[in-house]
Every structure is written in C-alpha cells, then in structure tokens.
C-alpha cells in the first residue's frame, strides 16, 4: 500500500471518527444516569479506541494484536476516567499510553515501553514535551471552535481537529519503536 493511499485512509478515520463522536453528543446530552447517555460514553470510548487502533495498524503496517487494541481500549477508558475527575488529568493517560502501547504493538510487554523510555529518557521526554504542547494547542483550538461555531458542526470540527493531532502523534511515536537510536 502507498504511502499516498495510507494517508488517505487515515484521513478517511479521521474524518468518519470526527462524525461518529459528534453523533454522540447530538440533541446536548446532559451527564445524568440513564441508559441513553452511558450508551452514548460507551460509543464515544469505543470508536475512539477503533480509531486509534485503526491508524496505528495503517501507519505502523502492524498486524491486528487484540492485546495492542486492548492496551488502546484501557488507556481510552483510563483518560476518560480521569477526565471525570479533573479535565487536566487524561493527558496522563495518554502519555502513560504512549509508553505502553508502541511496545504491545510491536510484540512485546509494557515492561518493554518502560526499558525502551529508560534507554531513550532525552529523546522520549522531548517526545512527551511536544505531545503536550499539541495536546494544548488542542484544547486552544477547541475553546476557539466552541466560540465561534456551534452545534453538530462544532463537534465534527473538533474531532477533526484531536483526530488530526492524534494521528500526527501516533505516526511520529509508533515510528520509535521500529527505528530506536542509541
């Protein structure tokens, strides 16, 4: 597959992502206990982990793990638990993700992103930096959208927005692995 065709694709997700989580926050849901909403939270966490794991395997040129798609699903359901407690906390998970999942994905344990970090401390604390500072200017661009757009159309851009800056971190990161430098 060429690498023109790879990115279509992913864009493709990225966009179908972006639809899919603005459908579930369609008609203003209100965070209350009822069937209807924790549907809506398991969708979302769902077809975030789908996409994800969906643009690792194209850019990575991964097989399909279960156990790379499971690491996905927990570090998705561990953001969005500590999301509920405080809305700075899911970058933890995510970079905690960062660490675990390229090491799944290549077929070894999470043990093995650990030693990997600790080998590499410099160039994955820089790593770490810049997906912060991405994950930032997400959140900037999310409160810009949510001022000046509105609705379902404000959803879907925003999605596009994370889904893009999600898509360029996991195709800088998932390359780690497959090419360490010493």
Sequence with gaps: ???????????????????????TVLGD???????????????????LSVAGWAVVTLVWRARWRWQGLAWM???????????????????????????VVP????????????RAFRRHWVRHTFGLLG?????VVGWAAALVLGLFVTGFAAAVATWLVFGAFGALVLAGWFERPRHPVA
């Excluded at 090491?103 to 650990?114: E, I, Q, Y």
């Excluded at 997906?131 to 994950?135: K, N, P």
């Design 1 to 23: 597959m060429s690498g023109l065709v790879r990115a279509l694709l992913v864009a493709a997700i990225v966009i179908v992502h972006a639809v899919v989580q603005a459908l």
């Design 29 to 47: 849901p209100v965070p209350i206990v009822s069937w209807g909403f924790a549907a809506s939270v398991l969708l979302s966490v769902a077809a």
């Design 73 to 99: 699903l927990g570090t998705v359901i561990l953001a969005t638990a500590l999301s509920i407690l405080s809305p700075v906390l899911p970058p933890l998970a995510l970079l905690l993700g960062l660490i």
């Design 103 to 114: 090491a799944v994905v290549a077929g070894g344990t999470p043990l093995d992103g650990f």
């Design 131 to 135: 997906v912060l500072a991405l994950i």
